[in-house]
């Protein structure tokens, strides 16, 4: 038995190389750690990170880090530990963090501006060596915040930009999570869409490629569940390049002839980069609460070809409960009053859908029908309406919300033949009293039998 001794300057490198299983401590604490577990990244950027630093950037008091750390060390080894503080302990580790940042983003703009990958990537090799997932989507983020990129540029060489890192990023482990975890259910789903690649190219039977189809599914569930929340937690990235690609691959499958080499890259380009940048950064930026939202909403958009487990459970938080509906609860209505239970089973049981739109363009309702015409989730709520479509068609949304704030419409309607339904498709703008405008109405409706309806019924056809 030996005492080991821990100061507000111990290496954290250090500490790791000794007792490994502090990993798993620290990152108990903090998500963010488990870049820790990266040794490239430890023994280049962390060669100098002390515990001050892990205490900031986890936002861990410094004493409580250190007892946590001297109870794991001495419940797993028969070492005693000592504290000392010393006054002395920061190493500029986030500083270096921060010089990399800016490193990764002169190479993806010099690459924008034309420069040659191959020299790119011998560059990235001598200067960094190695990256985290979490450092390449930081990095895509700062770009379009600060103006530098926008989102369309960055969308047309994001395969490009994973080239530079692909070696470095193909070495990280994947992220494992808990049956029924939503990220468990996703890689389940890139499993399944990798073993029908494989037997299409086998044989290109028609069947196999159509069930291939069915990765939309997983592609919408991202839309509608995953990337809200990583917009909240500032990260739209992924959400305005990513959602541009499924819409690619959708306009492959929806060809007359299919170019089947095209879609299966496209679909293994986009596994890739689930798995090696959005999974990881989203486990990195998502708490449980988040991802109990996430889970939540993804029953109503269903899964392509799995099940999800049910070992992780979600705790539904208290800021998701909705409130309990009394019957003596009545709203004054124009016309009456109603319960809100009530109202709730009138929207749920109108022949049509309905979406509103508030006056800052924010999605506050939609009506929950059983059969829906369009996939919607309770992730959208909340959410900026033009994050909900996708970028070829957000320039239609604006001009329909531009057209009804200035007055100068009330209304818009398109329709559109889905499969074997006729959508009818209307926009309303909802305005008070004194005409200001507070918000938009959404109306779909499936008028396919409307459509074939002739002459007169007069009497009940109801058949015994």
């Known amino acids: 038995m030996s005492t080991i001794k821990l100061t507000e300057s111990t290496k954290i490198n250090d500490l790791i190389e000794e007792f490994p299983f502090v990993i798993d401590t620290l990152i108990k604490l903090d998500p963010k750690l488990k870049r820790l577990k990266n040794p490239f990244l430890r023994k280049t950027v962390g060669r100098r990170a002390t515990l001050t630093d892990v205490s900031q950037m986890s936002g861990t008091a410094l004493p409580q880090l250190l007892q946590v750390i001297t109870a794991n060390i001495e419940k797993s080894t028969p070492n005693k530990v000592l504290i000392e ?18 490193m990764l983003k002169a190479l993806i703009l010099e690459l924008h501006e034309g420069g040659d990958l191959d020299d790119l990537q011998k560059r990235f090799n001598e200067l960094l060596g190695d990256v985290d997932a979490s450092e390449i989507a930081a990095m895509e983020q700062a770009l379009i915040d600060e103006g530098s990129l926008t989102a369309e540029q960055i969308t047309k060489l994001c395969d490009l930009h994973v080239g530079i890192f692909e070696h470095s990023l193909d070495q990280h482990e994947l992220p494992e999570t808990i049956p029924g975890h939503p990220v468990h259910t996703y890689m389940q789903e890139n499993r399944v869409a990798k073993t029908l690649i494989s037997e299409i190219h086998q044989s290109s ?3 196999i490629i159509k069930k291939l189809q069915e990765i939309e599914i997983h592609y919408t569930r991202l839309e509608n569940q995953l990337f809200p929340r990583l917009e909240d937690a500032g990260f739209t990235g992924p959400s305005q390049v990513m959602w541009t690609k499924h819409d690619e691959i959708r306009e492959l499958f929806r060809q007359e002839k299919i170019d089947v080499e095209e879609v299966i890259k496209q679909i293994e380009d986009l596994i890739f980069k689930e798995e090696t940048i959005l999974f990881p950064t989203a486990l990195d930026l998502l708490g449980s609460k988040e991802w109990t939202e996430v889970r939540n909403g993804e029953e109503e958009i269903g899964y392509a070809w799995v099940t999800p487990g049910a070992e992780w459970v979600p705790i539904t938080p208290e800021t998701i409960h909705r409130p309990e509906i009394k019957e003596r609860d009545l709203l004054e209505l124009r016309t009456g009053q109603l319960s809100l239970s009530q109202v709730s089973l009138l929207l749920t049981h109108l022949p049509i859908e309905i979406s509103f739109i508030d006056g800052n363009d ?3 309702f939609y009506s929950d029908t059983p059969e829906r015409i369009f996939p919607r989730s309770p992730g959208v709520i909340g959410r900026k309406v033009q994050n909900c479509h996708p970028k070829k068609s957000v320039h239609i949304v604006t001009r329909i919300l531009e057209a009804f704030k200035n007055g100068q419409k009330d209304s818009a309607e398109f329709w559109i033949q889905s499969k074997e339904k006729f959508i009818h498709i209307r926009y309303f703008a909802v305005r008070d009293e004194d005409r200001n405008y507070r918000g938009t109405l959404e109306v779909t409706q499936d008028i396919t039998t409307i459509q074939k309806l002739q002459g007169e019924q007069r009497l009940l056809s109801w058949k015994d």
Not at 85 to 102: A, I, K
């Open 85 to 102: 503080f010393t006054g002395e302990g920061v190493s500029g580790w986030q500083s270096e963090l921060s010089r990399r940042q800016e």
């Open 205 to 207: 039977n028609p069947e």
């Open 362 to 364: 924010i999605v506050r």
